[in-house]
């Protein structure tokens, strides 16, 4: 009669080693030296830098009289050029050349600028070219004013 066939099976006990990985040598990229760098201290006359930051401070802390919003954030402001002798000169327009405070406002500014701590001189420059409208408002004073 016909025998059974015997049929070996070998226990596995645990699965393959993974094959070996290859080695891969690369050239530095961009990203190498990109990280590595550390930031540099900003200039304390450029944005970001202590005085003008400390500037910008202190423009945020004046108020239009009839607008309940710092004239910063109303777009009052063009501009803010700290040299680095702590010379400051503030470029800046009013709402309307016929405005109640027009006289005073710039007056207002240097006194308060002229308190920051490493200001030596303060200047205002008072232009009406471009003239200021709404748009020059940061969403903050829009938002203020319900028009966000």
């Not at 910008?56 to 309940?68: C, Q, S, T, V």
């Not at 109640?100 to 303060?122: D, F, H, K, L, N």
Request: negative net charge.
């Amino acid at each position: 009669m016909n025998e059974p066939h015997k049929i070996e099976i070998e226990e596995i006990d645990a699965a393959p080693p993974p094959p070996p990985r290859a080695r891969v040598d690369r050239e530095p990229d961009y990203l190498d030296g990109f990280l590595a760098k550390k930031p540099e201290p900003v200039p304390a006359g450029e944005p970001g830098g202590e005085i003008y930051d400390a500037v910008i401070a202190a423009l945020k802390e004046i108020y239009d009289p009839e607008i309940p919003v710092n004239i910063y954030d109303l777009g009052l402001i063009y501009g803010v050029d700290v040299t680095g002798d702590g010379h400051v000169a503030v470029t800046m327009t009013l709402t309307t050349p016929h405005c109640p405070v027009a006289e005073s406002m710039p007056g207002e500014v240097e006194m308060q600028v002229s308190t920051v701590p490493g200001v030596g001189v303060a200047e205002v420059n008072l232009v009406w070219d471009p003239p200021w409208d709404p748009q020059k408002m940061s969403d903050e004073a829009k938002l203020e004013l319900g028009m966000l």
